[in-house]
């Protein structure tokens, strides 16, 4: 194994999340009159920043103002059916397949992270939990990743990244990272291979991949 830490994403990744993440996206749209998407489209096209993928879906411009709005009407129908979301089917023995050190980074509210950990049974198996410390979502992950290596002092030569979207994939590239992506989540796996990452369809396997980068 050549590299000795594992970062995992959590929604759409360890958290089987997305039927959530569409209802939610299409109470946001519906309140501003757009047309709602099915879990095809939204995985077809969702990226982030997310005000574009908001932009693409309702045919105009969405500024700062209109993306903080809808920010929150998706966060707060999110909330209501979070309870009713699993854990991927084999997240709990991929996270035993790794032989190093891991830790969780999100772009869910900390505050609201850390007790899920916990509720999903997942305390104290992770060095580091870290979720986004702002009131408004949707950016990239880049800048996220770098404060979370640089809080487990680690550099991005020892880190691989398991996640579900191409901009995980930007993220690790631009802390020197390695990634592998994973198919079960928020893009649609064509978009994921197209990319030239390493793409696994389960978690197990996704682990086993990264064990050899």
């Not at 759409?12 to 039927?19: F, N, V």
């Not at 982030?48 to 209109?66: G, H, T």
């Not at 980074?105 to 900390?110: I, K, N, Y």
Request: a negative charge; hydrophobic letters at 45%; charged letters at 25%.
């Amino acid at each position: 194994m050549a590299r000795t830490h594992l970062v995992w994403d959590w929604n759409g990744t360890l958290l089987d999340d997305l039927s959530l993440v569409v209802s939610s996206t299409n109470e946001a749209f519906a309140a501003v009159g757009g047309r709602a998407v099915d879990a095809d489209e939204h995985r077809r096209r969702f990226r982030r920043p997310v005000a574009e993928f908001y932009a693409e879906v309702l045919e105009r411009a969405v500024d700062d103002e209109e993306f903080g709005r809808l920010d929150r009407i998706f966060h707060d129908a999110y909330r209501l059916g979070l309870t009713n979301m699993a854990l991927a089917a084999d997240a709990s023995a991929a996270l035993k397949e790794w032989p190093g050190t891991q830790s969780l980074l999100s772009m869910w509210f900390h505050s609201e992270l850390v007790p899920a950990v916990e509720t999903y049974g997942l305390a104290g198996i992770f060095a580091r939990v870290d979720g986004l410390r702002a009131e408004l979502g949707g950016h990239l992950k880049a800048g996220h990743l770098a404060e979370h290596l640089a809080g487990l002092e680690l550099g991005g030569e020892q880190v691989v990244l398991i996640g579900d979207s191409l901009d995980d994939a930007a993220a690790a590239d631009a802390a020197g990272g390695k990634v592998v992506l994973y198919t079960g989540g928020f893009t649609d796996p064509s978009r994921l291979r197209a990319s030239g990452r390493p793409v696994a369809d389960t978690l197990v396997e996704a682990v086993t991949i990264a064990r050899t980068l």
